[in-house]
């Protein structure tokens, strides 16, 4: 079974904190996503990566950057959190973009106050 | 940019019903998803119909597309408790999955 392995499902943060949620898959699979959800807007894709060290602005990525240093691994990186950001965090990977079905991790439930 | 739109945002059935939801789109498709995510979870997949199919089956699941509409459905036959759920439809996107906003199935038992 792929399995997607979120660091952590719950976080509480300060403002002005730098926050890392990382994120592994085991399928060796070339495309990862981040993705916020919030309640009346669904999901929305804030970075992608379709290969080691490359990284794709998502429709919302102002606030965060990424890091793919290895192919198991993305990092979703808050450079200064805000309570803006306080949202469901959702990591996906998957073997071909949107050809194939998407693998997802649990959520990381992030609160900053 | 969301591209699939769920319809209804809110279902509420009982046990042993059917429970129908549809997604509209915008552009030409390759293939439509459907996910669903019980409350606090990630999104697990359910099916994936290509564009040249038009109804695919998988267990009690029954998804529909018509590319000319551009519109997909998807039917639990026979709806449990544990059914409930949000439910998505999704579509691919330059080497991504563009996500609805989902339909909140609940049913009662």
């Known amino acids: 079974d792929v399995k997607v392995t979120q660091s952590s499902r719950y976080l509480v943060k300060r403002t002005g904190e730098k926050v890392f949620l990382e994120c592994v898959q085991d399928m060796d699979h070339e495309n990862m996503f981040w993705y916020r959800q919030d309640p009346g807007l669904g999901l929305r894709l804030i970075y992608f990566?379709?290969?080691?060290?490359?990284?794709e602005k998502g429709d919302i990525p102002e606030g965060y950057s990424v890091s793919r240093e290895k192919k198991e691994r993305f990092s979703l990186i808050l450079e200064s959190a805000s309570t803006n950001q306080t949202s469901m965090y959702l990591c996906?990977?998957?073997?071909?973009?949107?050809?194939?079905?998407?693998?997802f991790g649990q959520g990381t439930r992030l609160t900053v106050v | 940019s969301q591209q699939g739109e769920e319809d209804p945002q809110a279902l509420s059935i009982q046990e042993g019903e059917n429970a129908t939801m549809n997604c509209s789109y915008k552009t030409s498709i390759n293939n439509l998803q459907w996910y669903r995510q019980n409350s606090g979870r990630g999104l697990v997949h359910l099916i994936l119909i290509r564009s040249n199919e038009r109804e695919k089956h998988s267990g009690r699941l029954r998804v529909t597309l018509d590319t000319s509409k551009k519109s997909s459905s998807l039917l639990i036959t026979a709806s449990r408790a544990a059914d409930t759920a949000s439910y998505f439809c999704a579509t691919p996107g330059y080497s991504t999955l563009t996500f609805g906003k989902g339909t909140m199935l609940l049913v009662s038992p």
């Open positions: 990566s379709y290969d080691v060290k490359m990284k």
């Open positions: 996906a990977s998957s073997p071909f973009g949107g050809l194939t079905e998407a693998f």
